[in-house]
C-alpha cells in the first residue's frame, strides 16, 4: 500500500505466518524492481529484485510477484518471524533513468 | 569486511552552520548516492556520481553539495541554504550506474536545531 502523510501503512502478523506486501509503481516503462528491508535506525537492507521480463521470482523464504498489467509488485515472506518485523520499501527504476524511484514503505510488525 | 561506512551516526549542528557527512566504500564500486528520508516516507536522491570527478543532482540538490575525489569517498555537505536539513541522510553505492542493485551504509541522523 502506500503512506499517507507520515503514516507509514502497517501490516501485522502471527508468527509462523506468511505475509504480503503491496506496492503500486509509477512508471509503466520501468522494467527493473526491487525490495530493500529497513530496521529502525538503519539502512536498508536488499531483499529481492525482479525484471519485467518475469513474472515471479523467489529466493530464501521469499517470493516476489509482477503484474505489468496494473503495475503491481508484492512481496511474499514465508513463515513470517520476529526478525523480519522492519519497513519494506518497493523501488523501481524510470524509462530511460538509472536511478531508482523508491515507494513510501510499509511496517511489517510480527507479533510472537 | 566489505561494505559502506557513514559516520558519525548522530550529528547535531546549530542552524547557520554548514556540515559534512562521510561515505567510505571499499566495494570497489564506480557509482554513488546521497538519499535523504523523512518520517514515514521513501528515499529521496540528493546527488549521484557515477564516476570519479563526476557528479549530477538528484531530485533535490538544493542546499547540498558533494564531491568525489577518491572512488572510496562521497561526502555530501548540508548547507546553510538547506531550509529543513534535520533528516536521516542515507549513502549508497553500486558496481556501476547502469548497475540497479544499490548497497547502503548505515546512515547518518542529522538534527540542526
Known amino acids: 500500500g502506500e503512506s499517507v502523510g507520515l503514516h507509514l501503512p502497517t501490516l501485522s502478523v502471527q508468527e509462523g505466518d506468511n505475509s504480503i506486501i503491496n506496492c503500486a509503481y509509477s512508471n509503466s516503462a520501468s522494467d527493473y524492481f526491487i525490495w530493500y528491508k529497513q530496521e529502525s535506525g538503519k539502512g536498508p537492507q536488499f531483499i529481492i529484485d525482479?525484471?519485467?521480463?518475469?513474472d515471479k521470482r523467489q529466493g530464501q523464504r521469499v517470493t516476489v510477484l509482477l503484474n505489468k498489467t496494473v503495475k503491481h509488485l508484492s512481496l511474499q515472506i514465508a513463515a513470517t518471524q520476529p526478525g523480519d518485523s522492519a519497513v519494506y520499501f518497493c523501488a523501481e527504476n524510470g524509462a530511460g533513468s538509472y536511478q531508482l524511484t523508491f515507494g513510501k514503505g510499509t511496517k511489517l510488525s510480527v507479533i510472537p | 569486511d566489505g561494505g559502506i561506512t557513514q559516520s558519525p551516526k548522530y550529528l547535531f549542528r546549530k542552524e547557520g552552520q554548514n556540515v559534512t557527512l562521510s561515505c567510505e566504500q571499499n566495494?570497489?564500486?564506480?557509482?554513488m548516492y546521497w538519499y535523504r528520508q523523512d518520517p514515514g516516507q521513501g528515499l529521496r536522491l540528493i546527488y549521484y556520481s557515477q564516476i570519479v570527478n563526476d557528479f549530477q543532482k538528484g531530485d533535490i540538490a538544493e542546499g547540498y553539495s558533494v564531491s568525489r575525489e577518491k572512488k572510496e569517498s562521497f561526502p555530501l555537505t548540508v548547507t546553510s541554504a538547506q531550509k529543513n536539513p534535520t533528516a536521516f541522510y542515507l549513502c549508497?553505492?553500486?558496481?556501476?550506474?547502469?548497475?540497479?542493485?544499490?548497497?547502503f551504509g548505515p546512515g547518518t541522523r542529522l538534527t540542526v536545531t
Open positions: 549508497a553505492s553500486s558496481i556501476e550506474q547502469t548497475n540497479y542493485e544499490q548497497y
Open positions: 566495494l570497489n564500486h564506480d557509482a
Open positions: 525482479i525484471r519485467s521480463n518475469m
